[in-house]
């Protein structure tokens, strides 16, 4: 399914943050310009968080904190009409449950085909993976169901499908670390590694592959190979070519104009090698690396010639100094 990325405009757009328009032929020749999703998505006052977009780019899912419940984050959608317009977000009952203080739904991750939502909860007090499915684009989300042979009872976050359901990519506690207080209160990323870079909470990026066809059922999560998982990471995502996966991290190489040294989350990419077993050097997605921190990237898969990314950027980051956890995201 491997599909390239060179397109003659290449279009992205962040979820509190800005946008990106591109035209050219390579990414290390990118020209562009950064604009945010209009207030119907973004608000000033809470977080929109990880959005996940359908592969016509009509319906988005995020996770955000505007329930106004202290310390919650839940799965809200929105649609986009014929001039291009967002909806006013719902939240997804069937899935949210009875949500009160504390209870995180996060990382929503849509199937290609629209049909299956794959997130992460703290429903029985740690962060696990589920799914949810529907019969159709138009028909409602049905409860949620935890995801079999993934889920240990630590941390388990994040997921992303690859396009065929046969591989599932999430975020693990990094090995050997415990549970921080922020977990312990149902907090959705203040888990993992502490980087000594600040507060910079890091993760083990894992793959677990399916076990049985026609099902949910996936074996054991398997690290991901060096040269991924060789620094500060998360928030991977695979795209729809199946063989090219974006994640966060603080590793250098990134370039954005200012200050090239500093170091915060930044997004690099790495396609999967012959073979099926090997990742190839990551490389900076500069063209979508700003002055923020940036992170969750979700790959349109429309056909023709424009192809759109939503991802998050945290505006509040300096560049100056590292993340730090609690940040805006």
């Not at 990325?5 to 992205?12: A, C, D, I, K, Q």
């Not at 997921?159 to 907090?187: C, F, I, K, N």
């Not at 999967?272 to 700003?290: I, K, Q």
């Amino acid at each position: 399914m491997r599909k390239q990325f060179n397109y003659v405009s290449l279009l992205l757009v962040l979820l509190f943050g800005m946008s990106i328009s591109l035209q050219a032929q390579d990414y290390k020749q990118k020209k562009f310009k950064r604009f945010k999703l209009g207030p119907a998505i973004n608000t000033l006052m809470f977080d929109e968080y990880a959005p996940t977009v359908s592969r016509d780019g009509k319906t988005i899912i995020f996770q955000s904190n505007r329930d106004k419940k202290w310390g919650t984050y839940l799965l809200y959608q929105a649609t986009k009409d014929e001039q291009g317009n967002w909806s006013e977000p719902t939240p997804i009952e069937a899935i949210n449950g009875e949500a009160g203080a504390k209870t995180v739904v996060a990382g929503p991750y849509l199937s290609y085909d629209a049909l299956t939502l794959y997130f992460s909860a703290n429903f029985d007090g740690d962060m696990n993976i589920y799914y949810s499915t529907r019969e159709s684009e138009d028909a409602e989300w049905g409860e949620p169901t935890p995801i079999a042979g993934v889920n240990t009872g630590d941390y388990e976050g994040f997921p992303t499908v690859s396009a065929d359901g046969e591989r599932l990519y999430y975020m693990s506690r990094a090995s050997g670390q415990t549970a921080s207080e922020g977990e312990e209160a149902g907090d959705s990323e203040s888990t993992g590694k502490i980087a000594g870079k600040g507060q910079v909470h890091c993760y083990t990026l894992m793959v677990a592959k399916k076990t049985k066809a026609n099902s949910y059922e996936f074996g054991a999560g398997e690290e991901l190979p060096a040269p991924i998982n060789a620094d500060c990471e998360k928030a991977a995502r695979i795209a729809p070519d199946g063989e090219t996966i974006y994640f966060a991290s603080m590793r250098s190489g990134a370039k954005k104009g200012i200050r090239d040294d500093a170091r915060d989350f930044d997004l690099f990419y790495s396609r999967l090698e012959e073979g099926g077993t090997s990742w190839s050097e990551p490389m900076p997605a500069d063209f979508a690396n700003h002055l923020s921190s940036d992170l969750y990237p979700s790959l349109v898969a429309a056909d023709g010639a424009t192809t759109s990314m939503y991802f998050n950027a945290d505006r509040k980051s300096t560049r100056r100094t590292p993340v730090t956890w609690p940040s805006r995201m």
